[in-house]
């Protein structure tokens, strides 16, 4: 294909180094299929860097862990622990409990329907996930009384451990309010002599914004690992990702004329495009257009212009004279001196670096590389 994009695994070290100086006890978050990365290229980097807990969308995603683990890390089997943070249904429940997969709690009919699904005689290991403010998913304050006594009357539950999730860390005032809720709900578990092994609410944005203060006993991180920032303040992560195509075609185009769909605006001069075979239909996406948006070649910024089209894109090589059809064009990632990151693709396209992240191609060939440091 002629776009790749390639995992930095030695940046993806130096990111669980920095998380681990902080929390060491990590649940790593492979939801979605490692944020888009593929679980069978993250995996085995985080499992051969110590990790050893890992969080998880649906039970698909649980079952091809286990399948991984099973096939090249047996010795590593009993160590690992997977727990889903999303709905599974009731049909997969037994499924589950046969995998030994850890289900998170949200609701009463979810936790009766789990109850009544569970194979007899066999304990379901489960997190309960409990709203301190994001009013996603989670038991609210007045609910806790009635969890509790269910939970007291089902010796078949096993609870790993009781989290929560916070809103917006940035905001002292609000963690501050989610974090005294939090303890006052656990205070609940603990007045009732319910038996948990765990207590988290940290995930990235937390662990980098309070340090140590809210560790608990585990950080559920995802976008750290990737070397996504969570803070508008940078916290000097690593970039994992390069997106990477190359040019395709070469033009010369004349003062007045334009490029791409529509009427854009005429060039202001004599110049020199390449036509790079990214498009929307690949993932990256239209917001970008009329931003200042641009790829790398030669190590340098070569803006866009005109439309997005559906696969590919027209960019300005006028002061790139060593450019030929051929040369490689960045995307995302580094060339040279100049980079570009996940955020300032984001800032492009106004939505979060998440978004750009999983919103690649699935065809698109995803493969682990030693790349240089950032």
């Not at 004349?254 to 490029?259: D, H, I, L, T, Y």
Request: hydrophobic share 35%; charged share 30%.
């Amino acid at each position: 294909m002629l776009i790749k994009l390639e995992i930095n695994r030695k940046n993806i070290e130096k990111n669980l180094e920095k998380i681990k100086s902080i929390n060491k006890n990590i649940i790593c978050v492979l939801k979605d299929n490692a944020y888009g990365l593929e679980i069978k290229n993250i995996l085995p980097i985080l499992i051969e860097n110590d990790c050893f807990y890992f969080a998880v969308a649906y039970i698909g995603e649980a079952l091809e862990i286990k399948k991984i683990i099973q096939k090249k890390y047996p010795d590593k089997a009993d160590k690992i622990k997977i727990m889903t943070l999303n709905y599974i249904e009731e049909k997969e429940i037994k499924k589950t409990v046969k995998n030994d997969i850890e289900l998170t709690i949200f609701n009463f009919e979810q936790l009766e329907s789990y109850i009544n699904a569970s194979a007899k005689g066999k304990k379901l290991k489960i997190h309960i996930k409990l709203n301190t403010g994001m009013n996603r998913l989670g038991f609210n304050e007045n609910e806790i009384d009635k969890l509790t006594e269910i939970l007291r009357g089902n010796p078949n539950l096993e609870i790993i451990s009781v989290f929560s999730h916070i809103s917006h860390a940035e905001n002292k005032k609000e963690t501050e309010e989610q974090i005294i809720k939090y303890d006052k709900m656990m205070s609940v578990f603990d007045k009732n002599s319910i038996k948990y092994k765990f207590k988290h609410i940290q995930a990235s944005p937390l662990l980098f914004k309070y340090k140590e203060k809210y560790n608990y006993d585990f950080v559920r991180t995802g976008m750290a690992i990737y070397g996504m920032e969570p803070l508008k303040e940078k916290v000097g992560l690593y970039n994992t990702v390069k997106l990477s195509s190359k040019i395709i075609n070469i033009r010369k185009v004349k003062k007045g004329e334009s490029v791409s769909y529509g009427n854009g605006e005429p060039l202001e001069k004599d110049g020199k495009i390449a036509i790079i075979p990214v498009g929307y239909a690949h993932g990256l996406q239209k917001q970008i257009e009329n931003k200042n948006a641009y790829v790398l070649i030669k190590g340098k910024r070569s803006y866009i212009l005109g439309e997005i089209c559906m696969d590919m894109i027209i960019t300005d090589i006028t002061d790139i004279e060593d450019a030929v059809i051929g040369s490689e064009a960045v995307i995302i990632g580094k060339q040279g001196s100049e980079e570009i990151s996940l955020s300032k693709m984001a800032e492009w396209t106004g939505t979060i670096q998440d978004d750009v992240l999983t919103k690649w191609e699935r065809k698109i060939k995803r493969s682990v590389a030693n790349l240089p440091k950032n």
